[in-house]
DNA sequence: CAGTGAGCGAGCTTCCGCTTGACTT
């Protein structure tokens, strides 16, 4: 009969964790929280009323929260409740971060152990690390708890007290949120600069070129001393930023013609050896983005089959913000990639590597294969496919690359030179060789775009080349691109916006919410999206700014480390003078035709209106309505007003 | 008398982060 209960949040970390600690112990999970701030429409009747009737928090009390269990806990809870009743000891052993401490909190408020508590902290699963975290015991951290219960307030605060304000000001079912708001600015931010973006074209010329039976190409790069323009010399509003000749199409195509069958000669090889080093092991965001790149997975997808391959005991787990591995997988890495690769692909000495994100928490260990000897993905082809094993073998890649050892490159650049009509013309070509693969052996960056590295013959000095072949081309600047799922995320994690756990969910949020659709793999803001971001940047600046949540998340480290008060925090926060109730109360009464209108050019206005969007057209004084289907969006309007 | 309309009140929408498994397509 099992004596001590220990409580972890995931179910397939409690059978693992049974595993190392015997008989004695029995391991449950919480399965993720299991209490929450209630709905305020579910409260009890006579709270409705009261002071917790529009947030659940008594914000006159201190931010007092008004708890209640999860929906769909209850059964977890009782489960939780009849184990600890034959038990003699509990442990807490959810995650060592702020959530984590916040679930054993919550724990121990609802299952009121009458026997003794220890808090478990670990954050790797080996026998090792759990024999000894069982051993090494701490009491619950208050400061963290608080530090967590400030961020879940302030969420309900901001999404709760401005959401309102959209229903009233702009349309009923809007959202606004401290993760949601920015991460919509950004893609209509990238919107916005998409119909600013004016094009600019130049003309290039290629000279075809072969020696040693190696076929390569040689770009004009300048005409007598000056250089060509590139897709770089121009800014966004199509002017020349650097002192450069562009050539028309025209201007290209003639001298393109006359240059068939010229000599070029070789005035300079230059060779310059470059290393690369490997990438560090997955973090959540990573994993996402490369699952995308590499498998063309979305986001949810790529989640959906990890959290399959973490259940079936094949990886770790999968939602983490450390690229961190525990000393047993670095040796495992090393040990697959000496027998797969050679002892020399190795890198000298263990590679370390630490989270990037500046609000990293890390409880977790890097994304990689699971145990002591990682299996190579050959050996679980019969049990896995299609997704999960591509998966799996994207991770087992990434991990043994991350212990090899760089890769020694070398980029050749060849400057031919010939003058003609007068004038002195300069051609370039590079190639790159591999001179040691090191970990591009394992997890090769290159071998997924579309053109090979180019590849240079021996040249030298003095030689002499024939064009064969000399083709002008054309070209036009684009437009910034916009956000796919997985840039989003990487640029969401870069700002610190938002949680392993919720990276996914939050695209999800902005699309049913209507802000954004996706359209192939990108991000394409809906007008609502215009109309709610330009409201929030006229009126809660604060709020979608990108440094809002860093620097709450600063605060909250300080209310961690007990150097700062949850309710005088709180208090500055929403009853300051410049705080969240103030700016509210003092909106006033705004035009709401104005707050709908979106002046796309002279004469010509958006209007977002409750019967979705519509054009205002004015033309010789006369105000016409122009329908526009809701399926079209920003850019493809633009084109459209351009052909009519 | 029947139809209209002003005025009022009630109910609905909403946040983020931690988990999995039960749903539907």
Redesign the pocket.
Known sequence: MAKKLVIV?????AKTISKYLGSDFEVL??????R??A???ELPADKKKGPLG?FSIDVDNDFEPFYTI?A?KSKTVSELKSALKGAEELYLAT?E????EA?AWHLLEVLKPKVPVHRMVFNEITKDAIQEAVSNTRSINDNLVEAQET??VV??L???????VL?RKIN??????????P?MRMIVERERERMAFTEASYSSITAQLQEDSVEFEAKLSSIAGEKLAGSKSFDESGNLVQKVRVLAPAEAEALAASLVGASLEVMSVEAKPTTRKPYAPFTTSTLQQEASRKLGMSAKQAMDTA?QL??EGYIT?M?TDSPNLSQQAISASISAAKELFGADSVHDSPRLYGAKSKNA?E??EAIRPSGESFKHPSELASLLHGRSLALYELIWRRTVASQMADAKLSTTTAKFSITHQGEELEFSASGTTVLFKGFLAAYDETSDTKEPEAKLPKLDVGQKLTAKEVLPKNHSTQPPARYTEASLVKALEEQG??????YA??IS?IIS?GYVVKRGNALVPEWISFTVTRFLEQNFGNLVDYEF?AKMENDLDRIALGELDRSGWLKNFYFGDEGLQAVVNSLGESDPRAINTFELAEGIALRTGKFGPYLEVMENDERRIVNIPEALTPDELTLKRLRS
């Open positions: 949040e995931s179910p397939a970390k999970a919480s399965v993720g929280h299991i929450d701030l709905e305020p429409k529009k999860s769909g995650d971060d702020r959530e984590g679930i961020r879940r969420d309900r901001v999404g709760y007290e401005i959401s309102p229903w009923r079912g809007l959202s606004a949120g401290r993760v949601q708001s991460a959290q973490y259940q787990y939602r928490q409880a977790h916006i938002g949680r392993p756990s919720t969910a939050i949020t919410k949540t």
